[in-house]
């Protein structure tokens, strides 16, 4: 089916800090800023309980309090920063990204006390010259595998250097059953033209598990040999198996002559499209696929090895698109759509980091745009040459419990928002910590869990006189 679509101290009161930030960052579009993603300044664990716990308010602002903020150990000395964090069956799973050398590996936290987590183990760091930003944690029951499966992104730090013929990307799979003491089970490789994994996702289909997997470039990389969405069958996590790819060629708006990144639009624009990110639904039946400019693209993936394209969100003309991350609400009938815009200016586009979109999805073909939430953050912008170059003013990634989105918004920490009625969103909460860097969060029952570039793992309660 084809459809035509268009640190070391500083004080924090009220505001939120931007100066401390002159990021240099890998996400996003890399190809653009040719920069990577790092903290300015990483806390040692020391440092991070030496922050001011109650700045005028700015850690306890209405339902979200701070329970706790643990960094990282350092590992032979070394002091890495983290990325994107996940939560499973009582335990927090942070990914590292590249300071002081990468090879940080995933980190395992025991959360039995929310307020007291305990690092019990480190994981997926053998691989020489990458780094593991993401990691995902399924229960899975297959022929081949019962238990809890963890896959692992993996990317390399200098991609398809003759200098460093062991690093390669792509992604790791380990048995988490026993949290405190994982096993590698098996490694996707990619082809070292390609950086690697930057984000994935796992799901289930009866006792099948599968694997998506967004390599960013990949198609452009490889001159359209490999793709930037994959789908992989790891029902045998010794044994990953490539059931298909997406060619963006195949959709009517993207013509032939295609390179992989520079898409040339019926507007007369030039817009970058490379694949970002993928969630699915909790059944596993559709995929949503972050592909920047050609915005979130919708698969039924009930049959992986043939999945059927549905629909796409599309964008205003002076609009970047920037289609980051996605999460769903109303029990899929709802999208919400990330746009991560570090550079707020562009000839022919809206001065705005990125921010927000809200869509009705009951109709996947046709996706219709409810609203469109900004921040105080949004239309911020430092003159020119200082707004071009930070992540600290975009929103980054969304996750949704019941009636409540919440979004990781680098300085601006991890702000909550009412999307009871989705065409009217409205923000309910901001956690903003000192010299905050908020890359990811994650919503479980008891407690939401961020995760600080500089300072580690952060636990909120809901209400700062519940301690357990």
């Known amino acids: 089916m084809k459809k035509n679509n268009l640190l070391i101290k500083t004080t924090l009161a009220s505001t939120l800090l931007f100066s401390g930030f002159t990021t240099s960052v890998?996400?996003?579009?890399?190809?653009?800023?040719?920069?990577?993603k790092e903290a300015e300044f990483v806390f040692d664990a020391d440092a991070v309980e030496r922050l001011e716990y109650n700045v005028n308010g700015s850690k306890n602002l209405k339902f979200l309090h701070q329970a706790a903020s643990v960094q990282?150990?350092?590992?032979?000395?070394?002091?890495?920063?983290?990325?994107?964090?996940?939560?499973?069956?009582?335990?927090?799973?942070?990914?590292?990204?590249?300071?002081?050398?990468?090879?940080g590996g995933v980190r395992v936290f025991d959360l039995k006390d929310p307020s007291n987590p305990v690092e019990v183990a480190i994981f997926a760091n053998e691989i020489p010259f990458t780094w593991q930003e993401k990691v995902i944690v399924k229960s899975v029951n297959t022929p081949h595998f019962k238990g809890?499966?963890?896959?692992?992104?993996?990317?390399?730090?200098?991609?398809?250097?003759?200098n460093r013929p062991e690093s390669i990307g792509g992604v790791l799979l380990y048995d988490v059953s026993n949290p405190a003491d994982p096993k590698k089970l098996g490694f996707y490789e990619l082809d070292r033209r390609i950086t690697g994994t930057h984000e994935l996702y796992l799901t289930t289909q009866g006792n099948r598990a599968i694997l998506l997997t967004s390599n960013p470039y990949a198609d452009y990389y490889t001159h359209g040999v490999e793709k930037d969405f994959q789908i992989i069958d790891v029902s045998d996590p010794s044994n990953p198996e490539k059931l298909w790819q997406f060619d963006p060629r195949d959709l009517d708006e993207v013509p032939q002559d295609f390179n992989g990144y520079h898409w040339f639009t019926p507007d007369g624009k030039t817009r970058p499209v490379f694949n970002h990110s993928v969630i699915t639904d909790h059944n596993g039946q559709f995929a949503y696929v972050s592909m920047w400019?050609?915005?979130?693209?919708?698969?039924?993936?009930?049959d992986p090895e043939n999945p059927v394209y549905v629909g796409r969100t599309d964008y205003r003309d002076n609009q970047k698109g920037a289609a980051h991350s996605a999460a769903l609400a109303r029990g899929g009938t709802v999208l919400i759509e990330t746009r991560e815009i570090a550079n707020p200016v562009g000839e022919g586009y809206e001065s705005a980091y990125g921010y927000t979109r809200i869509f009705d999805i009951k109709d996947?073909?046709?996706?219709?745009?409810?609203?469109?939430?900004?921040?105080?953050?949004t239309f911020d912008i430092p003159p020119t040459p200082v707004g071009r170059t930070t992540f600290a003013k975009t929103v980054h990634d969304p996750k949704v419990h019941g009636n409540t989105l919440y979004l990781s918004y680098y300085s601006g920490g991890v702000l909550a928002v009412d999307i009871t009625d989705p065409s009217?969103?409205?923000?309910?909460?901001?956690?903003?910590?000192?010299?905050?860097?908020?890359?990811?969060?994650?919503?479980?029952?008891?407690?939401?869990?961020?995760?600080?570039?500089?300072?580690?793992l952060k636990v909120l309660l809901k209400n700062k006189n519940n301690k357990n």
């Not at 400019?293 to 009930?302: A, P, R, S, W």
Request: charged content about 15%; proline content about 3%; overall charge negative.
């Open 148 to 162: 809890d499966l963890a896959v692992v992104s993996v990317q390399q730090t200098s991609r398809n250097n003759a």
């Open 364 to 377: 996947k073909a046709n996706p219709v745009l409810l609203s469109e939430f900004t921040t105080d953050l």
């Open 424 to 456: 009217n969103p409205v923000e309910i909460a901001r956690y903003t910590p000192e010299s905050s860097n908020v890359w990811g969060v994650f919503v479980d029952r008891n407690y939401i869990l961020a995760s600080d570039m500089g300072q580690g």
């Open 293 to 302: 400019d050609l915005g979130t693209v919708i698969f039924d993936i009930k």
């Open 72 to 103: 990282i150990s350092e590992q032979n000395g070394i002091q890495n920063n983290t990325a994107d964090v996940y939560a499973h069956k009582g335990y927090a799973y942070l990914g590292t990204h590249t300071i002081n050398g990468a090879n």
């Open 26 to 36: 890998l996400a996003h579009d890399a190809l653009e800023y040719g920069v990577s």
